[in-house]
């Protein structure tokens, strides 16, 4: 059997969210005690949790995030430890490691932190010249162990939807991968009609 691992935050009541986004609730509604079955009522904005972005969430783009082929969100993973770094730059050696069409992870350690309002204001950044060389290798998806690859004015997620570079945020466990030379993403988001949508994102080894 193939070893998976969980690259997802849990989903539960008053979850961390981004400042200013609306609060997450998830309500027991029905209890079986009282009224003989259990129903759960839950209250998300797209962005709360793991979650992944699509081009419509800071674009003038059309398409939903549904409406992207579910291929871009299966793929050959490819991990970059690029720990202790606060600015995330292109690397030579990256040439070498990341190859086409996969799905690429930054593990920057900073999901350590999630829960603490640091962990939204004192994150890593990618710089331009690291989001070309992914259009280049023409990935599936990028995700990171941070809330954000850019802050204000965000024009690295710009730049990465306008090549169709879906972005997974939020993720965790990434440093179970570390020394792990093959695995699988899959990371499908709901297929629900909304710029960006919460997802259940796991590695499987291969």
């Known amino acids: 059997m193939k070893m998976i691992i969980d690259l997802s935050h849990l ?3 008053a979850m961390p969210v981004f400042p200013g986004d609306e ?3 998830l309500l027991h509604s029905k209890r079986f005690e009282k009224d003989h079955y259990n ?54 050696e990256y040439e070498r490691a990341i190859k086409p069409g996969q799905i690429v992870l930054l ?4 999901s350590g932190c999630f829960g603490e309002e640091r962990y ?5 950044v990618l710089t331009l ?12 998806m990028i995700g990171m162990d941070t809330p954000s690859p850019d802050k204000h004015p965000f024009d690295i997620h710009k730049y990465l939807f306008e090549h169709r570079i879906p972005i997974a945020e939020n993720l965790t466990n ?17 297929h629900i ?11 499987r080894l291969v």
């Open 193 to 203: 009609k909304s710029d960006s949508s919460p997802a259940r994102i796991i590695a």
């Open 11 to 13: 989903i539960e009541n």
């Open 39 to 92: 129903n759960h009522q839950l209250s998300i904005n797209m962005h709360a949790g793991t979650h992944i972005d699509g081009p419509m969430h800071l674009t003038d783009s059309n398409v939903y995030l549904n409406e992207l082929p579910l291929d871009n969100f299966i793929g050959e993973g490819c991990l970059l430890d690029v720990t202790g770094q606060s600015t995330i730059h292109y690397r030579e």
């Open 174 to 190: 990434l440093e179970l991968l570390v020394n792990v030379k093959s695995f699988e993403i899959i990371a499908l988001p709901l």
């Open 129 to 140: 010249d690291f989001a070309e060389l992914l259009v280049r290798k023409q990935v599936k």
């Open 107 to 110: 593990y920057t350690g900073h």
């Open 23 to 25: 609060e997450t609730v």
């Open 120 to 124: 939204f204001t004192d994150y890593p």
